[in-house]
């Protein structure tokens, strides 16, 4: 079933470790990931090979945040417990795919990703006329693709990667996908789920191939989700049989798109490292109190008796984002009749941060001060990751023929 609908998924995202995490990825990021914890099997991962494409010599940073991105991760609320946490380089299945990828993924396909050639703009001082750079979206679908994920949460910048992933994966399925004797062997595999669930797959494939019925569609590949007396083979066939091609070994992802994180930076541009305007997750609350308290505000207000307008405010947007309408309403009084200054109104915002980072920077404290705890969450994640990796990577040498003894 799709997104929408709710049924469980398997979720993939990842983040390359290139700093400290601050708000901006508290609000637009995390807070996402520890809803989706929830409500699916979620596996997230510290994309540091992502990172070495554009840090390729300057690696130590890499080093120095990949521990503690994952400290981030589990203080902002990411559970062991609901989610697997990873690193992308201890799983070096991803990479086997990525080889593998690359031989059927025409090179027009990544020069033509916007992504590409904006970064390469926007970090003119680094040279990125690299081999791996422009194979940096099709390590990613290698990422997703390699634990069959089917939502893959990211920011609006992303969602060209995911369908770069798509069109890989169908490529993939188109050419490695048809075997000799398909039809026979997917109506044999519809036998095998038992008469009801067999025939009920019968009926939504019809309704799908005959009147487009969409749902018949989403339906019948919930019930594929659940049969539990598969092979994998099997269930591929019954997946591709579906929709009348070949097999689906790689199933194709969806993007879910990350509501707009409208966190303001200290100036009023978007939070991000690169523009200096950030509060980290882990600032003590003295540093979080000073920078709040001298961020700027409106210009037009030079003393303290010169009214002010909150729409040319920076301060206005961390009230948008963390205070409620009475003491908006307050703000807005006060600001354009001079009534309150900058510093009180400025207060019920400090108030609010600090109340929000309080018990992220406790529960990084604790894993601070553990970081063998830290350590063996990694661990298991990284085994756990690898478990679903290989078993994808036996299915694709499979299909493609890379089976000798
Ligand atoms: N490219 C992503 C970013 O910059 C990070 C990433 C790498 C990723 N692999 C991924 C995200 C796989 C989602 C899925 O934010
Ligand atoms: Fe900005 Fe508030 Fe000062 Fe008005 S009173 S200029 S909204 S900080």
């Known amino acids: 079933m799709n997104a929408a609908s709710g049924t469980s998924q398997r979720i993939l995202s ?14 637009g990021v995390l807070k996402n990931w520890v809803e989706l914890q929830h409500r699916h099997e ?38 062991p417990g609901s989610a697997r946490m990873f690193i992308q380089s201890k799983v070096p299945e991803h990479a086997e795919l990525h080889l593998l990828l690359s031989m059927i993924t025409p090179l027009s396909w990544l020069e033509r990703v916007p992504t590409y050639k904006d970064q390469q703009e926007k970090l003119k001082e680094k040279d990125l006329a690299t081999y791996g750079f422009l194979g940096y979206p099709l390590l990613q679908s290698a990422d997703i693709l390699i634990y069959r994920a089917t939502g893959v949460p990211v920011g609006e910048d992303q969602v060209v990667h995911v369908e770069l992933t798509r069109e890989v994966a169908r490529r993939f399925n188109h050419i490695y996908g048809t075997e000799p004797g398909f039809e026979e062997k997917a109506e044999a595999a519809a036998r095998k789920m038992g008469k009801k669930a067999g025939k009920l797959y019968q009926k939504l494939r019809t309704a799908y191939q005959e009147q487009g019925d969409t749902e018949a569609l989403e339906t019948a590949r919930a019930l594929l989700e659940d049969q539990q007396n598969l092979t994998l083979a099997d269930r591929e066939r019954l997946f591709g049989y ?149 078993e994808t990577l036996a299915e694709v040498r499979r299909a493609i023929g890379l089976e000798y003894s």
């Open 42 to 79: 979620c596996f997230f991962f510290v994309a540091d090979w992502h990172a070495l494409t554009t840090e390729y010599d300057n690696s130590q940073i890499i080093a120095n945040n990949v521990h503690e991105m994952v400290v981030d991760w589990l203080a902002c609320g990411i559970n």
């Open 14 to 27: 990842g983040m390359r470790p290139t700093g400290r995490l601050h708000l901006g990825h508290y609000h």
């Open 242 to 390: 579906l929709e009348g091609g070949g097999r689906i070994i790689l199933p194709e992802p969806q993007a879910l798109l990350t509501p707009a994180s409208k966190m303001p930076g200290l100036d009023g541009n978007k939070m991000s490292k690169s523009y200096g305007n950030t509060i980290s997750l882990r600032d003590e609350p003295e540093a979080v109190e000073k920078k709040l308290r001298t961020m700027p505000t409106d210009t037009n207000r030079v003393r303290r008796t010169d009214p002010g307008d909150p729409k040319r405010c920076p301060v206005w947007q961390l009230h948008e984002v963390y205070t409620n309408e009475e003491v908006r309403g307050w703000v807005q009084e006060g600001c354009t009749s001079a009534g309150i200054g900058c510093l009180d109104c400025k207060q019920p915002v400090v108030d609010a941060v600090l109340a929000e980072l309080a018990p992220i920077r406790e529960r990084a404290l604790e894993y601070e001060r553990n970081p063998g705890e830290v350590r063996s969450i990694i661990a298991e994640g990284n085994e756990a990751a690898r478990t679903q990796a290989r």
